[in-house]
């Protein structure tokens, strides 16, 4: 089989590599740069609570003992606290913070050590070619090559070679933003917790800080810039932590100065993201960095949502409905994004005249992007696919639940009909849906018992019949879900639709739905029995 070529061997491209080789897809991975990533201990990532599960059944073993969940979030006001939220208790689950090197790192691991993945570093790209049957591409470097694969996904950064090759637009704006960064070992009154402090009252503290917790003691400090193109020289960066470290803890504690950095950010959306077999993820396709640090996972949340399409295309045939959808979602998601960063962050920021003039704004607007930096509300929350081209029509059994479709499911702990349990997540990433029952009860009883009850049965039957590969799981119970209800999840973890009770005739259509409708190869062979 003709390999998918992934050009970039950054977090996204590894990661497509990686869910690719689990849905036993090959790649050939190609990448300008050496293998091995030089350390910035600045240059970091967080990332939602499901891309982290998702990096880490992929094999990533650097978060673990690299990356740093959060104890908490606290909001602080000039010179008070206005909000803390505790974190990881169970109800709130914590993002997860890690410098991007040591992920780069543990994700080339777990890729080296797959037989389906194939490294090509210090390989620049320079030619890319597409027929009927799949794609063509050049390298230089340490050795020239021509290298034919099924589909080609650039994953390459802002400067993709892949989307200039493919003559795509890159639009939007240029600095929207600016932040002088700083990795630091020091001790801070609140160990473990994330810190957004609005309008510090010292001189240098600017409009706004953030302070977030690695293992060992490390934090990465940012602060906001004026956006005048304030010139920060190594001398003002360090008076700008010795500042905060005093306005902080009373005095400026001893600490070791680790990295430092000025970081420009910009938004830009390529106008497309297929052309026939060639995609882009990651910031090849976007650029969107102002609010929480969230933008690899916006990357990730590409290579998660494109992995599956290609690999059932691969196993089953070419829909290219499903193919299309990818554009079409994930291009969808970080648009609205985009729109609601432009939208909000001059109010945010102090702009537009609203404090003054409405009751409570500064509260309101703190809360709200303090909710941007969890990953939560209009400008941090995962995306919604609502008008997915791989949305199930609405049918009268549908009914709701906790969570909105087109939306990530939530994390509960499920059974499989032979009796072993798991988390939701963890049973994601194989190119499978997913149709999970609401059984209150079933937790303790035993399992010869409720897997021939009821209406398991008929929904096993249901789901044996379906037009996609799926696996029958049960819950005891999931947020807003009645008894008897019936959860289909597409495998990249987004609710499809959610039933009230077994509805064989709907599911199969919502499943053939999530699919893409039947492949180009199926309806051919259709077409030439009836002839």
């Not at 049957?133 to 034919?148: E, F, I, M, N, P």
């Not at 690999?311 to 979602?329: N, V």
């Not at 702009?351 to 309101?364: D, H, Y």
Request: charged residues 20%.
């Amino acid at each position: 089989m003709d390999p998918v070529i992934i050009v970039g061997a950054g977090p996204v491209g590894l990661t497509l590599s990686l869910a690719l080789a689990r849905q036993a897809v090959p790649s050939v991975v190609l990448d300008e740069g050496p293998p091995v990533d030089e350390p910035r201990p600045a240059r970091t990532a967080v990332l939602r609570p499901d891309m982290a599960a998702l990096v880490e059944r992929l094999g990533c073993t650097t978060l673990r003992d690299e990356g740093g969940r959060w104890a908490g979030w606290r909001l602080l006001r000039r010179g008070q606290t206005v909000r803390s939220v505790p974190l990881g208790d169970g109800v709130t689950p914590a993002p997860l913070h890690i410098p991007q090197h040591a992920l780069t790192r543990g994700l080339r691991g777990a890729a080296a050590s797959h037989q389906l993945i194939r490294l090509v570093p210090e390989s620049r790209l320079d030619s890319l070619e597409q027929d009927d049957a799949g794609v063509t591409v050049h390298t230089r470097g340490s050795q020239d090559a021509w290298w034919r694969g099924s589909h080609v996904v650039g994953c390459d950064g802002a400067r993709s070679t892949v989307r200039k090759l493919l003559g795509i637009r890159f639009p939007g704006r240029t600095a929207v933003e600016r932040h002088a960064v700083a990795a630091l070992r020091t001790e801070l009154p609140w160990p473990g917790e994330a810190l957004l402090h609005r309008r510090p009252p010292w001189r240098s503290g600017g409009e706004e800080i953030t302070a977030r917790p690695l293992p060992d003691g490390v934090w990465r400090l940012d602060w906001l810039l004026p956006p005048r193109g304030e010139l920060v020289t190594p001398d003002a960066l360090v008076a700008r932590v010795r500042d905060t470290l005093a306005g902080w803890c009373g005095e400026t504690p001893p600490y070791d100065l680790l990295d430092t950095g000025v970081h420009t950010l910009h938004h830009r959306l390529a106008r497309r993201w297929r052309v026939g077999r060639a995609f882009l993820a990651g910031d090849a396709a976007h650029l969107l960095g102002a609010v929480g640090a969230h933008g690899l996972d916006e990357g990730l949340r590409d290579a998660d949502n494109l992995a599956w399409k290609l690999a059932q295309c691969r196993h089953h045939g070419t829909s290219e409905t499903l193919l299309d959808s990818y554009q079409a979602e994930r291009r969808a998601a970080v648009a609205a994004r985009l729109r609601a960063a432009d939208q909000w962050l001059t109010v945010l920021r102090g702009g537009g005249g609203l404090r003054g003039r409405v009751p409570g704004a500064a509260r309101a607007h703190d809360s709200l992007l303090g909710e941007a930096h969890l990953g939560r509300g209009p400008l941090g929350a995962p995306s919604v696919h609502t008008h997915s081209p791989l949305a199930p029509e609405y049918a009268s059994s549908q009914t709701a639940v906790g969570t909105e479709t087109g939306a990530p499911v939530d994390d509960v702990r499920v059974t499989a009909p032979d009796g072993s349990t798991a988390r939701l997540w963890d049973r994601l990433g194989h190119g499978r849906l997913l149709v999970v029952l609401v059984a209150p009860g079933t937790g303790v009883w035993d399992r010869r018992h409720w897997v021939s009850a009821g209406v398991m049965p008929r929904l096993a039957a249901a789901v044996a019949a379906l037009p996609m590969r799926a696996e029958l799981l049960v819950t005891e119970s999931y947020p807003g879900a009645s008894a008897h209800t019936v959860l289909l999840v597409r495998p990249d973890g987004h609710l499809a639709a959610a039933f009230a009770g077994v509805r064989p005739a709907e599911l199969y259509a919502a499943a053939d739905a999530v699919r893409g409708g039947a492949p180009a190869a199926a309806r051919t062979d259709r077409t030439a029995d009836v002839t």
